[in-house]
């Protein structure tokens, strides 16, 4: 039963900050849950409850989605996602990746908090800007669940004073990535049984989360609920280096 609840509060703070700063439902997830569980079963679960917190979001506002400016990133991105799935499938219950995502997610967060990551320049990306954050946020959310950033990154240089096609469009490439990762492991038989409850838990948090979230995207300065997540997500960084 407490699993439950775990999942449940983790799911819920990460899919606030999703709503609010379009990624970190990751991020926060995979900052606790390894703790619990393998590095597959916890990247697995993530990525199927993306799907869920995206698809709300992009449903809500599909008519903000520029395929053409989401093209190159995502096919990118998708080939990364296959490279993911060999790693994490033949890897994944191994403790050592946990360690190795510890240390990725404190490299991430000095960087989210002391870099100008989320106030670029609008201009528009090359083909290789494409190349390298697809690549990077295709491989590393198939491997750990928080490829968001890469992402985020691309399409703030793309949409830097429209924060509504920002969002939708960083959503709609979760989406897609995340749906192409759950089918290449669902035929290759990565699911268990009990992943089964731990979904459900999961979502009902996500629908509850990501819809406090929208509401909160254009009420609350969304610098704050993000350095806040940040912070956990460093501590929990800390204690899959330190014990895993």
Known sequence: MWEFVVVFAIFLLGAIVQGVSGFGLGLVAMGVLPLFLTIKESTLLVISLLVVAAATVVIKNAKHIEWKKVRSILIFALLGRIAAFFILSRYGDLNILKTWLGIFLILMVGYLLFQSVMKPEKKEP?????????????????????????????????????????????????????????????????????????????????????????????????????????FLVFISALNLILFS
Not at 188 to 215: C, K, Q, Y
């Open 126 to 230: 090359t083909l290789w800007i494409a190349l390298m954050l697809g690549l990077l946020g295709g491989f590393i959310g198939g491997l750990f669940g928080v490829g968001g950033p890469f992402f985020v990154f691309y399409f703030l240089m793309v949409f830097a004073t429209d924060k509504y096609k920002y969002l939708v469009n960083v959503q709609f490439v979760t989406l897609i990535v995340c749906l192409f990762s759950i089918v290449l492991h669902a035929v290759n038989g990565d699911f268990e049984p009990s992943f089964i409850g731990l979904f459900i838990a999961g979502t009902l948090a996500v629908m509850i989360g990501t819809f406090i979230g929208l509401r909160l995207f254009a009420k609350v300065n969304n610098e704050v609920i993000r350095k806040l997540a940040m």
